[in-house]
């Protein structure tokens, strides 16, 4: 018997507060599973001895907490995986905290240090002491701004205002900040990275799945997505993380025309891996867009340390994104905007990032040639990642573990999408990449009939 004051679901509480963390503790324990629907505001009332109004509160705070969706007529209901902890790197359940010495971690994401620019030297030559001096400076270095200025319009980006943040997602955040609120649809790309999934069930928005193949979001289900309602967009055009996904013209083109009826649909494109993704820079900005935002981080290119990302957009997006950030951190540390303009302007920057690219493109083309020849499909025409399409997934990441190869299993990234795994190739070997294909098709192709490919 449940104790009186409880629902079934182990919900209890007599305030707002209290009733919201005992619903946040029976998401976090799975006695409400990811889609349920929670009582009606009436009915816990009832349940609970207590108001309507402490009810609603409570739920409202569950709402801009992320984890759970209010649907109109349909009810609240519990988040797609709500963000409440740190997501598995590996399959569900497996311990990856204590990896053997011999065991390769392909489920980073990071760049090949091997193929990164020395920072050193740069660093030497900034004068430390007068990029500290930060009295009566302007929040942005103007170096850095005319370097990311020209860097977008020669891609055909206009640089109407350009800003600075600690990092792409830190940019995505005060985007999506600086013009939604709570209860807002923004529509993502499914499988999608799931730190963007979870900003956006963090912020108290509503995350809408459109899926994707080789070139990116597909128009029709774009095309039903918008016609439901959304107030942003949140898109990867290049080295889409985890399939590997680039615009090529045609879809560029097809999606810019499903854009324009919606002139002040939030559009913000994540340009995470820039120059060195192996394919040309494609935008859905158009002289249409009145609300966007372009993000290039230097992550992939300079090095993951490097917290910083340019941002291009309109002049609103941008002077609210500052705004907010004048009442927060106020700016970007000046030495590590000094540094990154350095790096950038070095004549050796362009070499180094070209032959990362190419780099990245043959390892990358190397495993999906690997799989392919063993009938294993899989995707991955731009970045650092590789998407393999499975029947299972926990099978496959427990054989090449065993065979010394952590990879991430697709559950993490993937809301309708059918099973796969993801493999970074970025310090992938040729020889490496048909070890791996080898187990890979050994699961696979086990109990199935024998087929010459």
């Known amino acids: 018997m449940r104790a009186a004051g409880a629902t079934s679901d182990g919900i209890t509480g007599s305030t707002a507060r209290g009733i919201a963390a005992s619903a946040e503790a029976a998401i976090r324990d799975g006695s409400l599973a990811t889609g349920q629907a929670l009582p009606t505001v009436r009915a816990l009332?009832?349940?609970?001895?207590?108001?309507?109004?402490?009810?609603?509160?409570?739920?409202?705070?569950?709402?801009?907490?992320?984890?759970?969706?209010?649907?109109?007529?349909?009810?609240?209901?519990?988040?797609?995986?709500?963000?409440l902890r740190a997501p598995a790197r590996a399959a569900p359940g497996m311990d990856?905290?204590?990896l053997a010495p011999?065991?390769?971690?392909?489920?980073?994401?990071l760049p090949d240090p091997a193929l990164l620019s020395p920072v050193g030297p740069a660093a030497a030559r900034i004068d430390l002491d007068a990029k500290l001096r930060v009295s009566g400076l302007e929040s942005a270095d103007p170096e850095l701004l005319e370097l990311a200025g020209r860097s977008f319009r020669s891609d055909g980006i206009p640089a109407e205002a350009i800003?600075?943040?600690?990092?792409?997602?830190?940019?995505?955040?005060?985007?999506?900040?600086?013009?939604?609120?709570?209860?807002?649809r923004v529509i993502i790309e499914d499988p999608a990275y799931d730190s963007i999934r979870d900003l956006v069930l963090a912020l108290g928005m509503i995350a809408a799945p459109v899926p994707v193949d080789d070139l990116g979001l597909l128009p029709d289900s774009l095309q039903?997505?918008?016609?439901?309602?959304?107030?942003?967009?949140?898109?990867?055009?290049?080295?889409?993380?985890?399939?590997?996904?680039?615009?090529?013209?045609q879809r560029e083109a097809d999606l810019r025309a499903l854009l324009e009826p919606y002139p002040d649909l939030l559009l913000i494109e994540d340009d995470h891996a820039g120059i060195v993704s192996g394919v040309p820079c494609r935008t859905l900005v158009?002289?249409?867009?009145?609300r966007w935002a372009v993000i290039r981080s230097v992550s992939k290119v300079l090095h993951p340390d490097l917290?910083?990302?340019?941002?291009?957009?309109?002049?609103?997006?941008?002077?609210?994104?500052?705004?907010?950030?004048?009442?927060?951190?106020?700016?970007?540390?000046?030495?590590?905007?000094?540094?990154?303009?350095?790096?950038?302007?070095?004549?050796?920057?362009?070499?180094?990032?070209a032959r990362a690219r190419d780099v990245y493109t043959a390892r990358r083309r190397g495993l999906l040639v690997a799989l392919r020849e063993r009938g294993i499909p899989a995707h991955g025409r731009s970045g650092l990642n590789v998407w393999v399409s499975l029947r299972e997934e926990a099978p496959v990441v427990g054989a090449l573990l065993d065979a010394g190869w952590l990879v991430a299993a697709g559950e993490r990234f993937r809301i309708a999408t059918p099973p796969g795994i993801r493999i970074t190739i970025a310090t992938l070997q040729e020889d490496e990449a048909n070890e791996i294909a080898d187990v890979i098709a050994s699961v696979e192709h086990a109990g199935r009939p024998r087929r010459a490919y």
């Open 286 to 290: 158009t002289s249409a867009s009145h």
């Open 224 to 249: 039903a997505a918008l016609t439901k309602g959304a107030e942003a967009i949140v898109v990867v055009p290049r080295a889409q993380n985890p399939l590997g996904a680039a615009l090529d013209s």
């Open 163 to 184: 800003g600075i943040a600690s990092g792409a997602f830190d940019g995505i955040e005060r985007v999506l900040q600086a013009h939604l609120r709570p209860g807002d």
């Open 96 to 98: 990856t905290s204590a």
């Open 45 to 83: 009332a009832e349940a609970l001895g207590t108001s309507p109004a402490t009810v609603n509160s409570a739920y409202r705070i569950l709402r801009q907490r992320g984890l759970v969706i209010a649907d109109g007529r349909r009810g609240t209901h519990v988040a797609p995986r709500p963000a």
């Open 307 to 353: 917290r910083l990302a340019v941002l291009a957009g309109d002049g609103m997006t941008i002077d609210r994104v500052e705004g907010r950030q004048a009442l927060g951190p106020r700016w970007v540390s000046h030495v590590l905007q000094a540094l990154v303009a350095e790096l950038l302007r070095d004549p050796e920057f362009e070499r180094t990032a």
């Open 102 to 109: 011999h065991v390769r971690d392909l489920t980073i994401g």
